[in-house]
């Protein structure tokens, strides 16, 4: 039997591409170059699956690829798949849930704690040679332990994070269109309507998949809503925030901050104003980023794809385009 | 009867100024700049009562101040008190035990998570206009998570930090103290180690010993060569319990991969302290119990103690080496 052809778009461990190696042939993009879309559509005129991360698939790339049958994202987000045109196609997409919620989590309570007691600040100061003595409450913050944090979107990244701030003592309520009353038990959260959750979160998390209606969630008026000593984390997808409006409410004192690891456009435009502001802790995307499990994350990427290759199924095919 | 004369060390809020005013004569004093050792030392004369946050009470000051009964520490730590001084002049110290706990383990959490997943670095690339690609594979952190972590010193904020490990982050949790804690460890299922073990062990080792003489450079050259190269240290105890030379050099031969520093040998630290310079070491300026309303309860607590005493009533938070 023929073996299928893959094309690998971003940087994977060597054991991973090994694995690859096995059962498929395959092609690699030279990462010492610039990715751009032409390069990309060179590469997949007669390949049978692309392991990627964040690439846009849809009918305008899937027809320089006529022979492709699986995308496999290495990220547990999945919203550069455009579900129609790939229905449409016949072309299945895989994601790796589960094995970034633990790093994912991590990183939201260091945002959390960071923008909350204002470490960053408090050490780009500090490296400045700006400490003076008697100067104590120059970097007072708020407290985190018996603070009440918000989570919008309750699933398993959610879940994880609430279970840290149990550690905390933090009074945790969510929204999210489904109720999850084991989830209540097990963690002590309280379900509560999104207005609540904007009114009374000290900490708002941000946790939804993008999608069409998740698109803009957080705007002006939830900006609003939301007290004016509290903070808003995002570490999902940056277009579930109108950045305009947070700017706004950053700059008019309708929060007091912001811990965001994701934007509207990434990586972010130079003269973004977020970036001139001390109260908001800004990363580059780096939710998942350590390398136990970007490694973890390439082996289910991997093991998703050459199984849809070989068996045609994989329980890691995203669900709306599972085979009923 | 003329009330007592008494001295406020350190801004505090209006309240407590009226409460100490309606039992005591307040020395004035400008708190419109910092007030120093000098300061105090110009005014102690007359003085029954004062309250500090760490100003040194000395045989100078003591020789000055004869008519003093009791300084009040509005922070836990004590050691600017010279404790045989003080005894010798009769002259009662009090502290502010169990009221930082929860901050302080807090700010603790914030210092591992930020260095580990080097969120002050990473702050200062985006801002910096350093993100250019989505690629991040050179912007990966450490896990948390499932890590092991020493904790050296377990008294109460050993234990919150010990609950936010253990329960919020599932790390396993070992630690060192003179004496065994059965009790926590049951509670949050964590294990005693003898030093060299817990130093070699562990992914995170955080110091919460108070300084005396025995911990004093508790961490040298020796110990730092103990630890894992892909370890990192937490100090938020006191300064000197490190030897900050040997952990400088420790950091410039990798011996060690981050450190997060929120007190140091000479505070304010000095500006041509090498740890400046260091993109994986976070510093912040002894804030670890900073925050408005943990403040504000300490200064409250030192106020009471200091009141309760110079009117005759049974002192409460006397440092122990006082107490009986």
């Known amino acids: ?70 995308v496999s994202n290495i990220s547990v987000g999945y919203n550069n798949y455009n579900i129609e045109d790939m229905k449409a196609r016949g072309v299945l997409g895989t994601n790796t849930p589960g094995v970034l919620d633990n790093t994912v989590a991590d990183l939201i309570m260091g945002l959390i704690i960071s923008t909350g007691r204002r470490i960053v600040e408090a050490d780009a100061d ?26 919008i979107g309750m699933g398993r990244i959610g879940e994880a994070l609430a279970k840290r701030a149990n550690g905390f003592d933090m009074d945790i309520i969510y929204y999210n269109r489904t109720r999850k009353e084991d989830a209540e038990k097990r963690l002590g959260a309280r379900y509560m309507e999104m207005d609540q959750v904007l009114k009374n979160a000290d900490f708002l998390v941000v946790m939804t998949p993008l999608t069409e209606q998740t698109h803009h969630l957080i705007g002006e008026g939830e900006l609003k809503k939301m007290k004016d000593d509290a903070f808003l984390i995002n570490a999902s997808r940056g277009p579930v925030v109108d950045e305009g409006a947070l700017i706004e409410a950053l700059q008019k004192g309708w929060i007091a901050g912001a811990g965001l690891d994701v934007y509207e456009k990434e990586p972010i435009d ?50 709306e385009l599972r085979k009923s | ?13 209006d309240e407590i100024m009226e409460y100490v005013g309606e039992h005591c004569e307040i020395v004035p004093m400008d708190y419109s700049k910092a007030i120093t050792y000098d300061d105090i030392y110009e005014k102690i004369d007359d003085v029954e009562g004062a309250v500090v946050l ?84 050179h912007l990966m952190g450490l896990d948390v998570s499932g890590t092991r972590v020493g904790i050296i010193g377990m008294g109460r904020i050993g234990e919150e930090v010990a609950r936010r490990c ?121 804030i670890a119990a900073g925050t408005q309303r943990t403040y504000d309860d300490l200064a409250w607590n030192a106020a009471r103690c200091m009141v309760r005493i110079l009117e005759g009533e049974e002192p409460v938070n006397v440092i122990p080496e006082m107490r009986g």
């Not at chain 1, 490296?127 to 918000?150: P, R």
């Open chain 1, 126 to 151: 500090t490296k400045a040679g700006n400490w003076k003595k008697g100067e104590m409450d120059k970097f007072f913050g708020k407290d985190i332990h018996h603070s009440t944090l918000g989570i």
């Open chain 2, 54 to 137: 760490i100003t040194p009470i000395d045989k100078k000051l003591l020789d000055k101040g004869r008519k003093l009964k009791v300084v009040s520490n509005i922070t836990v730590g004590y050691n600017n008190f010279d404790i045989d001084a003080m005894k010798e002049a009769g002259v009662l110290g009090t502290h502010s035990p169990g009221i930082l706990d929860d901050t302080v383990a807090d700010f603790v959490m914030g210092l591992l998570i930020s260095t580990a997943r080097r969120i002050t670095e990473l702050n200062s690339f985006v801002k910096g206009g350093s993100w250019k690609k989505i690629e991040n594979n």
């Open chain 2, 166 to 286: 253990s329960l919020g982050f599932k790390m396993e949790v070992s630690y060192h103290n003179r004496s065994r804690k059965v009790e926590v460890e049951k509670e949050f299922g964590i294990s005693y180690k003898p030093m060299d073990e817990l130093l070699s062990e562990s992914d995170f080792v955080i110091l919460l010993t108070p300084l005396t003489d025995k911990t004093h450079h508790l961490m040298g050259d020796r110990e730092f060569s103990l630890m894992k190269k892909n370890a990192i240290l937490i100090n938020a105890s006191r300064g000197p319990v490190v030897d900050e030379k040997a952990l400088i050099k420790a950091l410039h031969e990798k011996r060690i991969a981050g450190a997060g520093l929120d007190v140091f040998e000479k505070e304010p630290i000095e500006e041509d302290n090498p740890l400046l310079q260091m993109d994986n070491v976070v510093l912040s300026p002894h």
């Open chain 1, 1 to 70: 039997m023929k073996r299928p052809k893959i094309f690998i778009a971003n940087e994977i461990p060597k054991s991973v591409e090994e694995y690859i190696g096995q059962h498929c042939d395959y092609i690699m993009w030279d990462f010492s170059k610039r990715k751009t879309f032409q390069g990309i559509l060179d590469h997949i005129g007669d390949v049978d699956g692309i392991l990627e991360v964040g690439m846009k698939i849809d009918k305008n790339l899937l027809k320089h690829a006529p022979k492709l049958k699986v």
């Open chain 1, 270 to 319: 130079k003269n973004n104003p977020l970036l001139q502001m001390k109260n908001v802790v800004t990363l580059p995307h780096i939710g998942s980023a350590t390398k136990k499990t970007r490694d973890e994350m390439g082996v289910v990427a991997a093991r998703a794809l050459v199984e849809v290759l070989e068996k045609g199924d994989s329980p890691y095919i995203v669900p």
């Open chain 2, 1 to 13: 009867m003329a009330k007592p004369k008494v001295l406020i060390g350190y801004p505090v809020k």
